[in-house]
């Protein structure tokens, strides 16, 4: 079993930036593709960011390519999301998850194992 702990959510002006972190338990994380989801209140939950197992590999949804990047350190077990020139529509729950039965990346959120707890993201205008 896999615990996935974000952290980094808060209160940020539209423009600022915020860092996501999410933390692995176990000593398996390294062969995992992770990605970043977003949910906001009253809508699905959205593919934001996926990374393969070795950070060689990473895609993102149009809607903030460009803005985010995600990168993982396996010798901390944790997954980054780095935001920039975050918008009010940035605004959701952000969740992490991990593939245990691939090292890709993927943007269906059914094809992973684990989830994290999420961390709030609130971007004021």
């Not at 995600?70 to 952000?94: F, H």
């Not at 992490?96 to 943007?107: L, M, P, Q």
């Amino acid at each position: 079993q896999v615990q996935l702990v974000e952290s980094g959510g808060g209160l940020v002006q539209a423009g600022d930036s915020l860092r996501l972190s999410c933390e692995a338990s176990g000593r398996t994380f390294s062969s995992y593709g992770m990605g970043w989801f977003r949910q906001a209140l009253g809508k699905e939950r959205e593919f934001v960011a996926t990374i393969n197992w070795s950070g060689a590999s990473t895609y993102y949804a149009d809607s903030v390519k460009g803005r985010f990047t995600i990168s993982r350190d396996n010798a901390k077990n944790t997954v980054y999301l780095q935001m920039n020139s975050l918008k009010p529509e940035d605004a959701a729950v952000y969740y992490c998850a991990a593939r245990r039965v691939s090292r890709a990346g993927s943007t269906w959120p059914n094809e992973y194992d684990y989830w994290g707890q999420g961390t709030q993201v609130t971007v004021s205008s």
